[in-house]
């Protein structure tokens, strides 16, 4: 499984951005989609999960209501759309899918990762 992220840059506190992740290859392996993020000097933290099937959603308290995953199954697609943005949002974005049936913020359970695309907020 291949994963392509897209959708960052620079944006002022209080803006929005949409983060896309294409997936590709032996999508049917995969049941969960998340995204993560990891500030520099920082561990990487999860940001939020959604399963293929029936879109149920897991959200890091740190975005819930603000944030938005989604998804889109025709074309293999995860969306981030980020609302009302923080300085402390910024980091770099990786969008990871995992094998297990069951939305999950423990990096450990994802088995596929992509390239990351960063996302900075100005104050």
């Known amino acids: 499984v291949q994963l392509q992220a897209s959708g960052g840059g620079l944006v002022q506190a209080g803006g929005s951005l949409r983060l896309s992740c294409a997936a590709s290859?032996?999508?049917?392996?995969?049941?969960?989609m998340g995204w993560f993020r990891q500030a520099p000097g920082k561990e990487r933290e999860f940001v939020a999960a959604?399963?293929?099937?029936?879109?149920?959603?897991l959200y890091a308290d740190s975005v819930r209501g603000r944030f938005t995953i989604s998804r889109d199954n025709a074309k293999n697609t995860v969306y981030l759309q980020m609302n009302s943005l923080k300085p402390e949002d910024t980091a770099v974005y990786y969008c990871?899918?995992?094998?297990?049936?069951?939305?999950?913020?423990?990096?450990?359970?994802?088995?596929?990762w992509g390239q990351g695309t960063q996302v900075t907020v100005s104050s």
């Open positions: 290859g032996r999508t049917g392996s995969t049941y969960v």
């Open positions: 990871a899918a995992s094998r297990y049936p069951l939305t999950n913020s423990n990096s450990d359970m994802y088995h596929y």
């Open positions: 959604i399963r293929w099937s029936d879109g149920s959603t």
